[in-house]
């Protein structure tokens, strides 16, 4: 297992960041009616969103995090 070389809260919301934006891409694809799809695709990509900006924010607080 790759340990984050920057802070574990932050890997994490990352790594649940993508595992929501997998999540919606699946429930397009899933075998239910459009508006059941839609309904799915944009809460995982509401709950992406959400981690990504908490992963931001906790990005900014590290002062051994090195932006290049």
Same mark, same amino acid.
């Given at each position: 297992?790759?340990?984050? !070389?920057? &802070? !574990?809260?932050?890997? =994490?919301?990352? /790594?649940? #960041? ?11 694809? &899933? =075998? &239910? &009616? /459009? ?12 709950? #992406? ?13 590290? !002062?051994?995090?090195? =932006?290049?």
């Amino acid at each position: 297992m790759a340990t984050c !070389p920057i &802070s !574990p809260h932050r890997c =994490n919301h990352r /790594a649940r #960041a993508a595992a929501h934006r997998a999540m919606a891409m699946a429930a397009l694809a &899933s =075998n &239910s &009616s /459009a508006r059941v799809r839609y309904r799915r695709y944009h809460a995982h990509m509401r709950q #992406a969103h959400v981690l990504a900006l908490a992963a931001d924010r906790l990005g900014q607080d590290a !002062p051994w995090e090195v =932006n290049a």
